[in-house]
């Protein structure tokens, strides 16, 4: 595979921006090799009828869809932003209440899947936002006051066994393994651990 093809989908699967840096980083090449593969990759999707381009701004570059596609893309944005949330949103949601903020890296760590298209389904309802802070070099999420209006809580200590959750062993040692190691790969893995079922037995105590 060619290294425009590798961050092709570096971009697809991260779907935020990266910079040359960061993607030289990922790819382990040269940050030279990397501009001119960007360059690549650019003119690639200029050329075919596709529904993606590439967006730079400064010296990061992103994935968006085509201004073209607009009208589809927002429709579903629409419906994804009004719609009920999945179990799967409700997982992160629950995470990021009794143990936010975290960053992605950490959130992913607990929940064994791979969540950016998750966190930016819940920033585009108004339930997480992105805070002005960095931890293990990567943005961190936090639930926002919005969603604690919609429970009836003043803070998110007041929420069910919030104290007991918070600081369960479990979740505390994956997030210590975290800091000693790299960041969980970005795979499909079922979420079937005990952190799992800690989290969705305290989203059954909210309902």
Same mark, same amino acid.
């Given at each position: 595979?060619?290294?425009?093809?590798?961050?092709?989908?570096?971009?697809?699967?991260?779907?935020?921006?990266f910079s040359v840096k960061r993607l030289?980083?990922?790819?382990?090449?040269?940050?030279? /090799?990397?501009?001119?593969?960007?360059?690549?990759?650019?003119?690639?999707? /200029?050329?075919? %009828?596709?529904?993606i381009m590439l967006q730079k701004n400064g010296d990061n570059f992103e994935l968006v869809?085509? %201004? /073209?596609?607009? %009208?589809?893309?927002?429709?579903?944005?629409?419906?994804?932003?009004?719609g009920e949330l999945s179990r799967a949103a409700l997982e992160a949601l629950t995470i990021l209440a009794y143990r936010g903020p975290m960053t992605r890296a950490e959130l992913e760590q607990i929940r064994g899947v791979h969540s950016s298209i998750i966190l930016r389904n819940l920033m585009l309802r108004g339930l997480v936002e992105q805070k002005d802070?960095?931890?293990?070099?990567?943005p961190v999420y936090a639930v926002t006051f919005e969603f604690l209006n919609h429970l009836g809580?003043?803070?998110a200590e007041e929420l069910p066994e919030y104290a007991e959750l918070r600081g369960h062993a479990v979740l505390t040692d994956m997030l210590a393994q975290l800091e000693v190691a790299e960041p969980a790969a970005e795979s499909d893995m079922p979420?079937?651990? /005990?952190?799992?079922?800690?989290?969705?037995?305290?989203?059954?105590?909210?309902?």
């Open positions: 595979m060619t290294l425009d093809q590798i961050i092709e989908a570096v971009l697809f699967a991260g779907a935020k921006p030289a980083e990922v790819t382990q090449a040269d940050a030279q /090799d990397v501009v001119e593969a960007l360059k690549i990759l650019s003119e690639r999707l /200029d050329s075919s %009828p596709s529904g869809t085509h %201004p /073209d596609a607009a %009208p589809a893309v927002a429709q579903v944005v629409n419906e994804e932003a009004q802070e960095d931890r293990l070099g990567q809580v003043k803070s979420a079937g651990s /005990d952190a799992a079922k800690i989290q969705l037995d305290s989203q059954q105590n909210q309902n």
